[in-house]
């Protein structure tokens, strides 16, 4: 059913009349055209789809639009902040921690949702935090170090 729906999308105010039983995957991928959230297996399974919800790292594939009424929803689109690449950003490219980088925006976005959480978390909490979030490529390695290097950067800040 087509209703009218109302949150902030990096920063943005968003007003749609949608059907709001949709996935916010969906959403934001066709009708907002951003496609840096990565489609995978739709199941909540993969994390390939994760994004912000109120700093929180959410599946974007297992929660239905009506669900963020009223929220902030940030995508890997807006980490970025006046031209300068999020920390954890910076990081990933300095470690190489990426192959294909299909994964890449949800690690990003789970990671950073990780250190909201967590500021500075121990190499176990990275490795829990991260465990649901898949890499194909095995890029395991290097995102793990990119996250402690960007924690270690931020000490606690550059929270969205
Ligand atoms: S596409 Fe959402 S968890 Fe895999
Ligand atoms: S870099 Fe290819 S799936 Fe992770």
């Not at 959230?37 to 239905?64: M, N, P, W």
């Not at 920390?87 to 949800?106: L, M, Y």
Request: net charge positive; charged share 20%; glycine share 10%.
């Amino acid at each position: 059913m087509k209703e009218k729906i109302k949150f902030s999308l990096n920063g943005r105010p968003i007003e749609l009349e949608t059907d709001t039983s949709q996935t916010l995957l969906w959403v934001i991928r066709t009708e907002l055209g951003l496609t840096g959230t990565k489609h995978g297996c739709s199941i909540g399974f993969c994390g390939t789809c994760t994004i912000l919800v109120d700093g929180i790292a959410e599946r974007s594939c297992s929660l239905t639009v009506k669900k963020i009424e009223g929220k902030n929803v940030t995508t890997i689109e807006g980490l970025a902040q006046d031209g300068k690449l999020h920390p954890v950003q910076e990081s990933f490219i300095r470690h190489d921690a990426q192959q294909c980088g299909f994964c890449t925006p949800g690690m990003i976005m789970n990671a950073v949702g990780l250190l909201n959480t967590i500021p500075n978390p121990s190499h176990k909490q990275i490795i829990n935090g991260m465990n649901d979030n898949l890499c194909r490529c095995g890029s395991y390695n290097s995102i793990t170090k990119a996250i402690e290097s960007a924690a270690q950067e931020m000490k606690g800040g550059n929270k969205l």
